[in-house]
C-alpha cells in the first residue's frame, strides 16, 4: 500500500508539539493518548492514526499538486518505535521513575522533530536497514 509521503511528516509536526507539551508539563495522561495514536498508527497503519485522519480530510485537499507515494511499512514501524517509547515512558511513570520516563520522551520527541523538521524518518530508516539484514520483511 502507498501513502501521500507528506501525512507522515504533518504527523510527526503534531507529536512533536504533543510531546514538548508532555515534557512542559510532566503529563503522564498527554503520553498516554500519544501512545494511544501510536497504537493505532502502529497496528492499523499510520493513514487510519488520528492524525492522518486530520491530515487526509483537512490538510491534504488544501495542498497544491500531488505528493509523492510512499510505501506503508517504513512509516508503520517508525510508528511501532514510537509506541514502543511511550510505553517505555508510561512503564517509568507507573514505578515511579521520572528519570526513564524523561528519557524515553525525549528520544521520541528527537525522532519526531528529525522527521517535521528535516523530513528524516529515524523509524522508517531502521526498518529499511532491518530490511537489508533480511531481519524482517
Known amino acids: 500500500m502507498q501513502i501521500d509521503a507528506r501525512g507522515p511528516r504533518f504527523g510527526a ?31 492499523a497503519g499510520p493513514h487510519k492514526s488520528p492524525y492522518g485522519f486530520i491530515f487526509k480530510t483537512l490538510v491534504k485537499p488544501r495542498l497544491k499538486g500531488v505528493g ?3 510505501n506503508v511499512k517504513p512509516p508503520q514501524f517508525a510508528q511501532l518505535v514510537g509506541f514502543l517509547f511511550g510505553v517505555v515512558g508510561l512503564i517509568g511513570v507507573a514505578i515511579g521513575s521520572p528519570t526513564v520516563f524523561l528519557i524515553a520522551t525525549a528520544f521520541a520527541l528527537a525522532a519526531a522533530f528529525l522527521n517535521a523538521v528535516f523530513n528524516f524518518c529515524l523509524g522508517c530508516e531502521m526498518y529499511l536497514l532491518l530490511v537489508r539484514a533480511r531481519l524482517i520483511r
Open 13 to 43: 509536526a503534531i507529536t512533536l508539539i504533543i510531546l514538548l507539551l508532555v515534557i512542559y508539563f510532566d503529563s503522564a495522561l498527554l503520553l498516554a493518548i500519544q501512545t494511544l495514536v501510536w497504537a493505532i498508527g502502529a497496528f
Open 68 to 70: 509523492e507515494l510512499e
